[in-house]
């Protein structure tokens, strides 16, 4: 008997021969994941009705910290310390590669074919696949989108701007016919900080370039993104945005356009459940659109963000966790989540054209058009290296310490060290 | 050496053991580690460990944004300090007079002191917003605090001088009520005004409790963290990164163990150094007295 004792032991402790063995018995997983806000958290149900599905499987919910930094470093300290302590986790779209890289994922490759991700925005697939693989299960969705006073714009016969130097001559008008020193002309998030990266792609997509090429070379077009910067600079100094865009952040930018004290506000689709409040001063008179693109660049495209679902390498019931996974990816599942009014936004396409949720939520064909056209950011391994290293040279630029020929020399010089040992 | 004198000091090694074993544990192999950890290339996440010696350091010193942050640091320390220690011990010596209310303004002095950084600084976020905010509204002026490349160090502070000015405070009031009252009634037989009372027997008494404050507040400094990276996250443009933010960027986030146990490596030893000038000051004070 001693033996069997042995090997059980040997199994249990050997990572990557245990995980594929669900033995028989109970199973308890255990899902980190961070609160949801709002009316009613619709999780716990959720949780519920998946073990009633499931027979023998018992769901744990743990809450995460709120803040994104906080989470990374949760997981980072015990992925690595490689504890199975928890064996499904919600992450930020932007870790998952690295986590993938790191070999703290589960590959999902085998359970979750392209056909079942097929229904999920392009951008949210892109942002769960890596190397081929498939190691995440998309849940939900975000999208960088252009918020425009509808009643102001229309008092001057204008459209939303399709392009940022139609948004300045808009900016110019409308505030010239307002006459309200206190009226703003566009807001957004210039702080330091993983906003400010999210900005500026933005304008690098509009004016045709990128951070990464396609042959994964740093700022392929170097003349073109110094233009986007200047450009940006250009809104502080002109006073088209206040100065203090500069420390912004996404609710520093929103409240403002919320109490009506400004014309365009770039921000996420959860800000407009916040501007259709019953006591929002701007309730029925915000309009969404397209992030602009720039003259001479391209059309313009909203960055995505969001969270997915993944396995913990190290789980032992992988069978269980990968279902969980898929069950809460699933579509009766993000109706749910939708349903419950939160302002989460689902992943799965179909849902934002269901009329069930459109007569609830009438903007969400709109929210479809604006994610269908977004674009994810780099897909990389390395790309909190690449964000935290171009975080305070863009804000270098936008504060006028630096020229950003300047800006962007040092941070390619930065990049280029320290990619150069690890590619 | 007798029997008796082994013994003795058998049984005085007997008795420190528990206590050098535990620090050692808890603080001289963590700092060994990290020691260890700033000689090599070490990211986990592409599965890169390889000894490179001094390379770290060597990279460090023609770095700018290490220059950078050593600047913030020293700056943001020196300031702090100076200004936590004056208005530290006016507040005391405010305090001392003070005839009515003095419980309720010791507790509204230890309010500010207890709140947790991050709550202070989500706190002065809001003092600090460029248009709905206290201080602008006070000011009369649209300063964009946070967001100026001029201004965001001087706001974070401000901050920190009126979180921990308090401490300041408390510890000299402590040692206020201590001076004899004798003391004073001498002086003011010998003739001595308001002014010389002050400078030749009031400071002087509180001059080793002074050290002290400066000694703790300077090594709280050196560390600061919370209140940039709540505030500013290091910006505009590092204008407020020190090196602890630096070094938590590298360690936590781009997961760069070595490399950012090089910068932990450089802040011991700038918090060791000056530690060690303090300690041999507060030798020579202790002689003195």
């Known amino acids: ?423 | 050496m007798t029997a008796r004198q082994r013994a003795d000091r058998l049984a005085g090694l007997a008795f420190v053991a528990p206590a050098a074993l535990t620090l050692a544990a808890l603080a001289l192999y963590p700092a060994l580690w990290v020691l260890w950890l700033s000689l090599q290339q070490r990211v986990p996440i592409f599965g890169i460990a390889r000894f490179v010696g001094l390379d770290h350091f060597a990279f460090l010193a023609t770095d700018p944004r290490f220059w950078n942050a050593a600047r913030v640091t020293l700056v943001f320390t020196g300031v702090s300090v100076v200004l936590e220690l004056v208005l530290g011990m006016a507040a005391a010596l405010a305090l001392q007079r003070q005839r009515v209310g003095r419980r309720l303004a010791l507790s509204l002095l230890l309010l500010a002191w207890a709140l947790p950084s991050v709550v202070t600084a989500r706190l002065f976020e809001w003092l600090y917003h460029p248009s709905a905010g206290l201080v602008n509204i006070v000011l009369g002026r649209p300063l964009n605090w946070l967001g100026d490349p001029t201004l965001a160090l001087a706001g974070l502070i401000l901050a920190d001088v009126w979180r921990t000015m308090p401490f300041v405070a408390l510890l000299c009031y402590a040692r206020l009520l201590t001076i004899a009252p004798e003391v004073y009634e001498a002086a003011r037989v010998d003739g001595a005004g308001r002014l010389a009372t002050l400078t030749f027997v009031t400071l002087p008494l509180l001059r080793s409790i002074l050290l002290v404050a400066l000694l703790f507040r300077t090594l709280d400094a050196l560390r600061a963290f919370d209140l940039m990276y709540v505030l500013t996250g290091g910006g505009p443009a590092n204008t407020t990164e020190t090196l602890t933010v630096y070094a938590y960027r590298s360690l936590f986030q781009t997961l760069q163990l070595g490399f950012g146990s090089a910068i932990g490596v450089v802040i011991f030893v700038l918090v060791m150094a000056v530690a060690a000038v303090y300690l041999r000051a507060l030798r020579r004070e202790g002689a003195a007295a």
């Open chain 1, 1 to 423: 008997m001693r033996w069997v004792a042995l090997v059980l032991a040997v199994v249990v402790l050997l990572p990557g021969c245990a995980e594929r063995h669900d033995g028989p018995g109970p199973v308890t997983l255990v899902f980190k994941h961070a609160k949801i806000l709002g009316p009613s958290d619709p999780i716990p149900g959720l949780l519920r009705e998946f073990e009633r599905r499931n027979p023998g499987v018992t769901v744990r919910s743990e809450p995460l910290t709120w803040t994104s930094d906080e989470q990374h470093q949760f997981y980072v300290i015990n992925l690595e310390g490689a504890s199975p302590t928890f064996d499904v986790l919600m992450l930020d779209v932007i870790w998952v590669p690295e986590f993938a890289q790191a070999g703290w994922l589960l590959d999902l490759s085998p359970w979750v074919t392209r056909d079942e991700l097929a229904p999920h925005f392009p951008a949210a697939v892109a942002a769960a696949t890596w190397g081929g693989r498939v190691w995440g299960v998309p849940w939900n969705m975000n999208v960088g989108v252009l918020y425009y006073r509808a009643d102001l714009l229309a008092k001057q016969g204008l459209a939303p701007p399709r392009t940022w130097e139609e948004l300045v001559t808009q900016t110019e008008r409308v505030r010239a016919a307002e006459g309200d020193p206190r009226l703003d002309g566009v807001l957004w998030q210039g702080k330091q900080y993983e906003g400010l990266v999210v900005n500026v792609l933005e304008h690098f997509w509009g004016s045709g370039t990128a951070l990464i090429g396609e042959d994964e070379r740093v700022l392929p077009q170097v003349d073109r993104a110094a233009a986007a910067l200047t450009f940006m600079r250009g809104l502080v100094e002109r006073g088209v945005s206040p100065p203090w865009v500069t420390a912004g952040d996404e609710e520093l930018t929103r409240r403002p356009f919320g109490d009506g004290r400004a014309v365009f506000v770039r921000s996420w689709p959860y800000a407009l459940d916040l501007f259709e409040q019953p006591d929002s001063p701007v309730r029925g008179r915000v309009g969404i659109a397209a992030m602009p693109g720039h003259v001479g660049g391209g059309p313009g495209a909203g960055a995505t963000g969001g969270f997915h679902l993944a396995v913990n390498r190290r789980t032992r019931h992988a069978e269980a966790a990968v279902a969980l996974v898929r069950y809460l990816g699933g579509e009766p599942a993000q109706r749910a989540l939708t349903a419950a009014g939160v302002a989460l936004y689902p992943t799965r396409m179909a849902l934002y054209h269901d009329p069930d949720i459109v007569r609830a939520r009438p903007q969400m064909p709109r929210f479809h058009d604006l994610a269908l056209a977004a674009r994810p950011r780099p897909v990389t391994p390395w790309y909190l290296m690449l964000s935290t290293t171009v975080q305070p040279e863009f804000s270098a630029v936008l504060v006028g310490v630096k020229t950003p020929r300047q800006a962007l020399d040092q941070a390619r010089h930065r990049l280029e060290y320290m990619l150069g040992g690890l590619r």
